[in-house]
């Protein structure tokens, strides 16, 4: 039996930035194996209980960040091999934050961006824990948003697939053409999300989708790099 209950703890921004790396995840893994096991850490179960008007306020950048502060990720790994961090970058630009998107006079490339707020969330976990565990961490970096990441499912337009802003309005044109529901801008929930991102649980469309956009194609390279095995449990 392995030694760990799951294989991933997701630490996101919110339950619909959870669904889409499920997805992502469960068709990253096809065909190698088993399909992983996977828990979400932040925000936690509790907290998003359907009809928990109260679930919205542990999302956000700012509790990834006071879940790495906390040293929350120590507990995760005594009971999942890797943990996945998500944020977007959208509001990096925040005092608290703290990852511009600009450098001088020059807009920060979307690869830039991913290893500025890396770095970021490394600050915030602490040098000695970084040292310790940085090798059971995955970065899901989205710029800027988990929307964008969408949009090279729904858009044939290289140039479209790649955009960093507007993508929610994107997204939901490109659903809108294909008689698809849309995502909701209030009220967001996690089937939205996971019905959005199907297609991503099917056997290499993770990998054709990075290839239209920059800071998806970090990530895939990421778990690329980790050359991650899931192995059948021995009876």
Request: net charge positive.
């Given at each position: 039996?392995?030694?760990?209950?799951?294989?991933?703890?997701?630490?996101?921004?919110?339950?619909?930035?959870?669904?889409?790396?499920?997805?992502?995840?469960?068709?990253?893994?096809?065909?190698?194996?088993?399909?992983?096991?996977?828990s979400q850490k932040q925000p936690s179960m509790d907290a998003t209980m359907e009809g928990d008007p109260e679930w919205r306020k542990f999302g956000t950048w700012e509790n990834v960040f006071r879940y790495l502060k906390?040293?929350?990720?120590?507990?995760?790994?005594?009971?999942?091999?890797?943990?996945?961090?998500?944020?977007?970058?959208d509001l990096s630009?925040?005092?608290?934050?703290?990852?511009?998107?600009?450098?001088?006079?020059?807009?920060?490339?979307?690869?830039?961006?991913?290893?500025?707020?890396?770095?970021?969330?490394?600050?915030?976990m602490g040098e000695a824990d970084f040292a310790k565990y940085g090798a059971r961490f995955v970065f899901a970096i989205c710029v800027h948003a988990m929307e964008c990441w969408l949009l090279p499912l729904w858009v044939t337009d290289v140039r479209k697939?790649?955009?960093?802003?507007?993508?929610?309005?994107?997204?939901?044109?490109?659903?809108?053409?294909?008689?698809?529901?849309?995502?909701?801008a209030d009220?967001?929930?996690?089937?939205?999300?996971?019905?959005?991102?199907?297609?991503?649980?099917?056997?290499g469309v993770f990998r054709e989708m990075a290839q239209r956009n920059p800071s998806l194609k970090v990530f895939f390279d990421e778990l690329e790099r980790l050359n991650i095995e899931l192995t059948e449990d021995p009876d």
């Open positions: 039996m392995s030694e760990y209950s799951n294989d991933f703890a997701i630490v996101s921004d919110g339950v619909t930035d959870y669904a889409v790396l499920k997805n992502i995840l469960l068709g990253y893994f096809k065909g190698k194996g088993r399909d992983p096991r996977i906390e040293g929350k990720h120590r507990d995760a790994l005594s009971y999942n091999k890797y943990i996945l961090v998500q944020i977007d970058t630009e925040h005092p608290n934050f703290g990852v511009a998107h600009r450098e001088g006079n020059r807009v920060r490339s979307p690869k830039e961006l991913v290893v500025g707020v890396r770095d970021r969330l490394r600050q915030e697939a790649s955009k960093i802003t507007g993508c929610l309005d994107a997204v939901n044109r490109a659903l809108a053409k294909k008689n698809e529901p849309p995502l909701p009220g967001k929930k996690a089937g939205h999300y996971l019905e959005a991102s199907r297609h991503l649980k099917q056997k």
